[in-house]
């Protein structure tokens, strides 16, 4: 395949992903396969000659749409989106085609420069003080475990770079359980261990409050070991929950403790002033992620970490041997020093392209249709004989629930294998709940009211036999 054939194919694909996107409605949202399926379609190794593009088309029209999860489904209602704009598809093809690596501003000025200009109408987008930077990483798993590195280092002086951590403090980091698995990993991956992650009580709201973190900083030191971080939760990816930002944050500054808020889902949602109530005081923060590839539009990848400083991180995150040097420009910005990879893509040309398509305007109005859309959800469920609420709307996110553990995960398999709309489950109080989450890009009114409708009928029906899939 030669840079003509890519003309002539990519037309097919650009026409493929119209047609795609158009039918979406008319597709299950969930691959109706057992594990095995697709492997079985592929042949055992690879070819040792060449074969024509009409044929690898031809197969992958055959295998793969059939063979997916439909994440760009306007009734996707499981996980939190990873949504792809028409305008963030069109910016990642030009960045596909020109296949460079950002690692440093020589390597890609404009998609250095461009990062930063981005992160700076995201900051006032989402109404942050001006003084913060950013960058934008893969997704919040690399931006919290960025954070968790940088805490972990201040509170050890950076010796900890140098010598490691044996022979060291007991360093503990503080969340509460409704914080995501990334922070977890985080604490895993920086060598703090997951004994050393204190999870916080939180309160009848699942809050975490500046009372109980202070309470577990001021406990620890008295104890000999050495606080070093704290990590909020703005938007947990079970039900929403939010800490009390910023009693939490003064709580953390009396103690002289740094915190990261991991606003990865509802972060995006500050773009509308009336929903910043939410994380009220997060201007305290030392650092901030929010992911525009799950609720703006901007495609998978696209991971926002505000900094207030980022100092601390850089000299964490970064190394420059002889062969990264911009020879005569020691003070210019080199992302990949902010963060854990080297090799960086071109994220923030779609960032650019959905914030100038869209405006805010019209990332504001789709956010909170969803908001409102899932509050009206919310309601018609509540109705269905047999179904409680289990937790209410936080944003564009709730739960439901029926009588029995078992019969709930029944009803969730025959949702899904139903396959007009797609959910997935959580546990609260220990009892499984199914979740709802409204943030498909092209969904609509008429598709987020299918979910009640999908509900009423599959419990009116005589119950299917459990799922066959995993």
């Known amino acids: 395949m030669d840079h003509e054939d890519l003309r002539l194919w990519s037309k097919r694909a650009a026409d493929w992903a119209a047609d795609y996107h158009a039918g979406l409605r008319d597709r299950p949202v969930r691959a109706p396969l057992t594990p095995g399926t697709v492997a079985r379609q592929l042949p055992a190794g690879p070819p040792e000659t060449a074969e024509p593009m009409a044929a690898i088309w031809d197969d992958f029209e055959r295998i793969v749409p059939g063979g997916m999860t439909h994440w760009q489904h306007p009734r996707f209602f499981a996980y939190f989106p990873a949504n792809a704009a028409p305008a963030s598809m069109l910016a990642e093809q030009l960045v596909n085609a020109m296949g460079c690596n950002a690692l440093i501003w020589q390597t890609s000025p404009a998609a250095t420069e461009i990062e930063q200009v981005m992160v700076d109408w995201l900051r006032q987008a989402v109404g942050l003080p001006e003084g913060f930077v950013g960058t934008i990483h893969d997704t919040a798993t690399t931006a919290t475990l960025s954070a968790v590195l940088t805490m972990r280092e201040r509170a050890l002086g950076w010796q900890g770079l140098e010598e490691g951590l044996a022979g060291g403090p007991v360093l503990r980091f503080y969340a509460s359980a409704e914080t995501h698995s990334s922070v977890d990993k985080a604490i895993r991956v920086a060598g703090i261990g997951q004994r050393n992650l204190v999870k916080v009580a939180v309160d009848g709201d699942r809050a975490m409050t500046g009372a109980a973190l202070r309470a577990a900083i001021v406990a620890d030191r008295a104890a000999g070991m050495l606080p070093a971080g704290v990590i909020l939760c703005a938007g947990g990816t079970s039900v929403g929950a939010f800490d009390r930002i910023g009693e939490c944050i003064a709580a953390a500054q009396a103690e002289g403790v740094p915190v990261h808020v991991d606003a990865a889902w509802a972060g995006s949602a500050m773009i509308c002033p009336e929903f910043r109530d939410l994380w009220d005081g997060v201007e305290g923060a030392d650092s901030v992620v929010l992911n525009p590839h799950k609720w703006l539009g901007a495609q998978f990848d696209c991971s926002v970490q505000f900094l207030k400083d980022p100092g601390a991180q850089v000299r964490t995150l970064g190394l420059r041997p002889t062969y990264l040097e911009t020879?005569?420009?020691?003070?210019?910005?080199?992302?990949?020093?902010?963060?854990?990879?080297?090799?960086?893509?071109?994220?923030?040309?779609k960032l650019w392209f959905v914030l100038r398509a869209y405006g805010l305007e019209g990332l504001r109005t789709r956010i909170r249709n969803h908001v409102a859309w899932a509050a009206e959800s919310r309601d018609q469920i509540a109705t269905l004989p047999g179904v409680r609420i289990v937790t209410?709307?936080?944003?564009?996110?709730?739960?439901?629930?029926?009588?029995?553990?078992?019969?709930?995960?029944?009803?969730?398999?025959?949702?899904?294998?139903?396959?007009?709309i797609y959910l997935t489950q959580t546990k609260v109080d220990g009892r499984f709940a199914i979740r709802v989450q409204v943030g498909s890009f092209d969904c609509c009114h008429e598709d987020v009211m299918l979910i009640a409708t999908t509900i009423k009928e599959l419990l009116a029906s005589c119950p299917s036999e459990p799922s066959s899939l995993p």
């Open 327 to 349: 020879a005569g420009r020691e003070e210019i910005v080199n992302f990949n020093e902010w963060t854990v990879p080297l090799g960086r893509r071109f994220r923030a040309l």
């Open 392 to 420: 209410e709307p936080r944003l564009s996110l709730f739960s439901f629930a029926l009588d029995d553990n078992t019969a709930t995960e029944a009803l969730l398999a025959r949702i899904n294998d139903d396959g007009r």
